[in-house]
């Protein structure tokens, strides 16, 4: 397979999958493009042991935490750098832009989303991978590198955080 | 939660822009020069080198030595043809 034909093929899942994330356009586009320019560079070492799909959900979720984790840093920093610190100004809240998500049902998404945020990068994977790309959990495992058994437990402690978070935050 | 679920499972999947690709094959291509580092490395090792040899010019000149046999046995008097 060419790597164009790899891009045509599998551009959407890798976007979407991005998407869900970073919940914004712009941050969804670096993201993916980090994605295929590593699958160009890996591609000849790929050595077939699981499917291209699993491959490239991996990398899509290991350069989704990474993207996350260097945004967080930024913001943390500019923190530091900050002149004149007013009470109301705090740390930007992630632009929520999904495009997947119907109008009328996107201040609701978005809180759903501020909270998985605040979960574990393992639990927040397969809350995405489960609820939202609608994988099954024998799937889940191979993408995760793990056994159906951990994923349902992993699911299970995933939902009950995230029960706590949303009882904690205002609305829910 | 099962609320929560249900307006999880309403996302729909969007396309990828058009633009995209481009931008990939752009940062693939990108990729593919000499990284910026390893020119800057081979320049500061230039001027290393380079720094090295000027700093040997500089410095005091060896005394050439014309006569080896000299400096092995030097000679400053001729008392040994009036013992």
Known sequence: ?172 | MEKVFDILNSIQPVDAPDHLYDQVMGRVNQSRLVPMGWIGLAAALCFLLISVDVYCLMIEPFQSVQNPAETITPVTNNGLYYD
Do not use: C
């Open chain 1, 1 to 172: 397979m060419t790597f164009s034909q790899l891009y045509t093929t599998h551009k959407n899942m890798v976007y979407n999958l991005a998407l869900h994330y970073t919940q914004n356009v712009e941050d969804a586009e670096e993201v993916t493009q980090d994605v295929f320019v590593a699958a160009h560079a890996k591609m000849a070492s790929f050595r077939k042991e699981s499917a291209i799909k699993t491959w490239l959900y991996r990398i899509t979720i290991n350069k989704s935490l990474d993207f996350l984790k260097a945004k967080n840093r930024k913001k943390r920093f500019s923190f530091l750098n900050a002149r004149r610190l007013d009470a109301d100004q705090g740390l930007d809240l992630p632009h929520f832009d999904h495009p997947g998500v119907q109008l009328e049902q996107k201040e609701a998404t978005a809180a759903i989303f501020a909270a998985i945020n605040k979960l574990p990068p393992n639990q927040k994977t397969v809350l995405i991978l489960l609820k939202i790309e609608h994988l099954s959990q024998a799937e889940a495992a191979k993408v995760m590198e793990s056994s159906t058994k951990a994923v349902e437990s992993l699911f299970q402690r995933a939902k009950q955080n995230l029960k706590k978070i949303m009882a904690s935050s205002e609305g829910f």
